[in-house]
């Protein structure tokens, strides 16, 4: 089956930092990667569809100059969260589009302090 | 009115009877529908996906996709204490070319 990288799986960092997270499609090529923001006991919320070679699209209220996106290949998207902070805390997890439907990376959970 | 619907429950069933998960759609465009099962403090896994009416059969899963009633269901047959988690429903739209997901229904499975 698909598989989807995440990486880290989990990182702290001080407030005002960023932190990367890496997503990488491991089995397939994707030319469409989906981020997702996930608060604990809340649904899913997806915060930018990234398509390689071109801009992010961003959904709406999330800052594209605090959470950059890059698609450089097909097989990786990264995320960077710009000048963190406790309120950036949550899981992120990645998403990459496969033939049938979207798979999942297990996701990353950040801590900011 | 949200675009895929679901009760967050948590609906609670006993050891082996079985489970019914509901999910409503808005968008007729809607092709396809999946199933993705989420357990606490982890990501979305995909159980299944139907894009026929009707029902389609995975071992103790079932997928009913009803177009005219716009209505998506999954029964999990011999319930098991390790099914207990949340069940999140998605549309995938052509037009929008991504899945769009319900908030999710949480399953419990007591002994």
């Not at chain 2, 967050?8 to 999946?34: H, K, M």
């Not at chain 2, 098991?80 to 929008?96: E, H, N, V």
């Amino acid at each position: 089956g698909a598989v989807v990288s995440q990486h880290p799986s989990w990182v702290i960092c001080k407030s005002g930092t960023s932190v990367k997270i890496e997503c990488r499609s491991l089995d397939f090529q994707a030319t469409t990667m989906f981020w997702y923001r996930q608060f604990p006991k809340q649904s899913l919320m997806l915060m930018a569809t990234s398509n390689e070679g071109s801009k992010a699209t961003y959904e709406q209220g999330v800052e594209k100059d605090k959470f950059l996106i890059n698609h450089a290949s097909l097989t990786l998207s990264t995320l960077t969260v710009t000048s963190a902070h406790p309120e950036d805390s949550s899981f992120y997890i990645c998403s990459a589009r496969g033939a049938v439907t979207q798979y999942f990376g297990p996701g990353t959970r950040l801590l900011v302090l | 009115q949200k675009e895929v619907e679901q009760n967050s429950g948590p609906l609670s069933v006993p050891e082996g009877a079985i489970a019914s998960l509901n999910c409503t759609y808005s968008d007729r465009g809607s092709q396809s529908f999946f199933w993705y099962r989420q357990y606490s403090g982890k990501s979305p896994e995909l159980i299944m996906f139907i894009y026929s009416n009707g029902d389609k059969e995975d071992g103790r899963f079932t997928a009913q996709l009803n177009k005219a009633s716009q209505y998506v269901s999954l029964l999990i047959r011999d319930s098991q204490p390790s099914d207990s988690a949340t069940y999140l429903c998605a549309a995938f739209t052509g037009t929008a070319s991504k899945l769009t997901f319900g908030t999710g229904t949480r399953l419990q499975v007591t002994l």
